[in-house]
C-alpha cells in the first residue's frame, strides 16, 4: 500500500517540460526579438552655441579699419581723439543705390509671402473681388502719378528757365547767344571762363529740355513720362552747376560795390534754391512711380494667385520662392553693412586719413582705433567653426597660470579673411581684446577661450544624436500614442554647447524622440 501511495500521474512530466521549453525559449529568443529604444520629450530651452579654443595672450596694439568695399564717403563722424564704443558708426560710404535695392527686395519678400499666404488660405470668390478692387485703385493711383508727372515736368522747367534767365540777368549780356559776357570783371580767370561757358551750356539745354516737354502729353507713354523725369534731373543738374559757378564769379568779382555783390549773391541762391526744390520734387515723384509700380506689381500677383487656384506642389514652390527673395534680402542687407566702418572695439581714434566726398578703394586702412585694453588674445580657429564667429562675439575665458576659478571675458574684434593651413587644416586667425584692464594678465599666457556665437530662448531642443542623416535629409524618429515609430523631416538650427540641438520645423513640444534603437 505504501508502494503503490509513493508514485504520481504520469500526465505532469510533459507539462512541466512544456512549461521549462517557453521559459528558456523566451529568455533566449523573447528578448532578442523584442525591439528596443530609449527616447525623450521634446520640450523648450536655452541653447547657447560656443566655439571653444586655445589662444595665447599679447600686447594689444592699434587696429586699422577699412572698407570691404569702394565707394565715395558720405558721412565721417569721428575725428583723431575721439573716445568710441564697440559697434559705434565710424564712417559712411554712400549707400543710396543698395537701399533702394534692399526697399526693392523688401517689397518682393513681401509680395512673395502674400503669395504664400493666398495659397494656403485659398480662394473665396468675395476675395476675388476685393482684390480686382484693389488691383484697379492701385492702377488708377499709378495712372495719376503718371498725370501729375506733366506739372512736375512743367514746374521743374520753370523754376531752371527762372534760374538762368532771371535770376543771373544782371550778370550777362549777350545771355541766350553762344559768346555770353559778364557785366563785371571776374579776377580768377578760370572762374570767368567757366560760367561763360556754363551759361552757355544751360541755354543749350533749356532749349533741348523745352523741346522734349512740348511732346509730353497727357496720353504720352509711362515710359516716355519715366525718361522724361531722368531727363529732367540731369538737365536739372546742369543748373545747379551753372548757379554754383556764377557765385563763384561774383565771389571773385573786381571793381563791383559790396551791394551790388549782394543782390547778386542773393538772386543766384534764390535761383539755387528753387532749382534743387524742383529736383527734390522730381526725385519724388519717381519713387512715387516706382513704389506704386510695385504696389501693382503686388496686387496683381495676387489676384492671379487667387484665380489660379492651389495645390501642394504650388505650395512648395512658393515657400522657396519666399526663401529665395528673403536669401537675396539678406545678401543686400550684407552688402549694405559693407558701407559702413564700425568700432570694433571701446578705444581712441588715433588715425582717420580721409574727407567727405573723396572716393575710396577697398581694403585701404583709413581709420585706426587703439583699444582701451592692455592685452589682446590670437587664436585659431578652424574653418568649420570660422563661420559661426563675429565681430563683436563675447567670450569667457580661463588663464592657465590662475586655474578654472579665475575667469575673465573678451570680445572678438577682428577676423582675419585669410587663411593659415595647420597640420593640413585651414584655420583663421582670430583677435579678441580684454573687457577689463587686469594687472594679473601678462604676455605669452594660454587662453582658453569659450566663444558665444548664438543664444537663443524658449526653442525646441533635443539630443543632437537624436537627428539622422538619410537620403540627403535630417529625420527623426517619433514615438506614437500607439507605440508605432514615425520617422519626421526636421529642420536644424544652432548646436548647443552641451550635446542639444535646435529643432525649428518639424517636431513639437511634448512630442517622444527616439535617440536610441535597438
Known sequence: MNLIALKKPKVFIPIIIVVIIIVVGFLFFGKDNAQEYEFIVASKDTLIQEVNVT???????????????????????????????????????????LIAQLNEAKANVEIQKAKLDELKRGTRPEEIQVKEAELDKAQQDLNNYYASSIDVLNDAYAKADDAVGTKTD??????????????????????????????SLSTIKLNEWNNELQSIKVNSSDEKIEQALKNTKEYLNIIRDFMAKALTAVDNAAGVSASTINTYKTNINTGRTNVNTAFTSVSDQEQNIAAQKITVEKVQNELDLILAGTVSEQITAQEAQVKQTEAKKQNIQAQLAKTAIRSPINGIITNQDTKVGEIISANTAIVSVISEANWEIKTDVPEADIAKIEIGDKAKLTLDAYGEDVKFSATVILIDPAETVIEGVSNYKVTLHFDEKDERIRSGMTANLDILTAEKENVIAIPQRAVISKNGDKIVRILKDDETIEEVNVITGIRGSYGNIEIIKGISEGDRVIIFMK
Open 170 to 199: 544782371e550778370l550777362f549780356t549777350n545771355d541766350y547767344s553762344d559768346n555770353p559776357q559778364l557785366t563785371f570783371t571776374v579776377s580768377d580767370s578760370r572762374a570767368k571762363n567757366e560760367v561763360k561757358q556754363y551759361r
Open 55 to 97: 589662444g595665447n595672450v599679447e600686447p594689444a596694439e592699434s587696429v586699422d579699419l577699412a572698407f570691404e568695399k569702394g565707394g565715395r564717403v558720405s558721412y565721417i563722424y569721428v575725428e583723431i581723439g575721439d573716445k568710441v564704443n564697440i559697434g559705434q558708426s565710424l564712417m559712411q560710404l554712400n549707400n543710396s543705390e
